[in-house]
């Protein structure tokens, strides 16, 4: 999985830099983590390692980045278009 500057992403300014989760668990499974929130619309969804919410909405919504829960300067935010972790 590639890394890449923010700076780089073009989709990254359509997004929230503070999103506000809907849930803190998934919406669609209640899968308490790990969990990760939509920055377009808050929506929270599970991991890819638990049932792929997360991915699921992304890919049914076009949203197209993602940060993972709990929100803390560990999260990583990933961009589903640019297949990779932003910096
Ligand atoms: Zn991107
Ligand atoms: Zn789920
Ligand atoms: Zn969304």
Redesign the pocket.
Known sequence: MAT?PRA?????STVSDAPAPANSACAECAAPAPTRVCLTCGHVGCCDSTRGHATAHAQASGH??IRSLPLSTGSFTW??????Y?Q
């Not at 780089?8 to 990254?12: A, F, L, N, V």
């Not at 961009?79 to 990779?84: D, F, I, T």
């Open positions: 890449i780089d992403c073009p989709h990254i197209p980045i961009c589903y278009e640019c297949k990779a932003l």
